[in-house]
């Protein structure tokens, strides 16, 4: 009976003595997965509409270049312009379930996730992109930012010009009251949809990848956008004017999924802010050069400059932001007070 008992006391103990190898072995292997995943090559996917070759393009490359620089070759950006992978909407809802995906926004579009982020798109507010800036390092901004945050979405950097907008048109226009009858492309954005009939156009919202075939099949007379834009589209083969308006200064913000970020290492984190505001200072340059280049190319291909009158627009949208229950007085006077100081 002692001996029966002894075996079985002496099977249970090895028993045992097995299972806790098996779950402390079991412990290690955790462990060293993941710090092998924290070791491991990140891939990120760079999605925006602009063609190659545009501005915003190479400085989208200069950035992936000072990543993989900057994190020894651990991080690798695999691009993906011209809209390929979708509508800004819906690369926007591949953020929120958390794809290994950073997109180019702005406060337009991101107005439908928090209405106040559109105080950074208004036509006719900031004259320079200092004063964008100003507003980017304030405390509001960074009050907006916490709130997409809760809406799953995360701002990785916003210094970053997109261009100066103007328009482009089957006929010239001088002032507002020029442009009636005038059917304008713009994005799938509500504020941009205003103001183009605030201006005195018929906004026509269409993603920026179909906008040459509806000018040249008439569905639209013109589009609004960075002269690079508008020249990298081709938008010079079915719109002959273009009108110095300078409605915008357009400043982007690249976005990520709050899921994909918080898997991220921060120093990973930290390097993607800093490496876009210096690709951001690389747009600046590359915007100049663009700009006259692009300009010199739309005349020489038949496109006529007209200088519109100004302070006719302005004074058309001094009141466009009282359109908007999103952007009360006293938002406004806050977003005055910064870009003013």
Known sequence: MNKLFN?????VLVSCIIVMSQVLAGCGSNKDAKKTAADDKIIIKIAYGNNVGEPNDKAVREWGRLMKEKSNGR??????????????KDVTEQLTIGSNVI???????????????????????????????????????????????AKGLYVVHSKWIYGERHLIASRPAT????????????????????????????STPLPLAETYPALMQGVVNGAENPIPVLYGSKMFEGAKYLMLTRHQ?????????KKFIDKLPPDIVQMLKETGE???RFLEKENERADKESLDKMKAAGVQVVEVDRTAF????????KRFKEFPPELMDKVYAIIKQ
């Open 7 to 11: 075996r079985k006391f002496i099977l």
């Open 75 to 88: 991080v690798e950006f695999q691009y993906y312009p011209s809209s390929q992978l979708g509508s800004q």
């Open 103 to 149: 997109t180019i926004s702005d406060g337009g579009f991101l107005m439908d996730y928090v209405p106040e982020f559109g105080i950074t798109f208004l036509p006719y507010i900031f004259d320079n992109k200092e004063q964008l800036y100003k507003l980017v390092d304030s405390d509001l901004f960074k009050d907006l930012s916490k709130k997409l945050e």
């Open 175 to 202: 002032t507002p009251e020029e442009l009636k009858g005038l059917k304008i492309r713009v994005p799938n954005i509500r504020l941009s949809t205003e103001m183009i009939n605030a201006m005195g156009a018929v």
């Open 249 to 257: 200064v357009n400043m982007s913000s690249w976005i990520a999924g």
């Open 278 to 280: 210096e690709a951001g």
């Open 314 to 321: 302005k004074e058309a949208m001094k009141d466009f932001p």
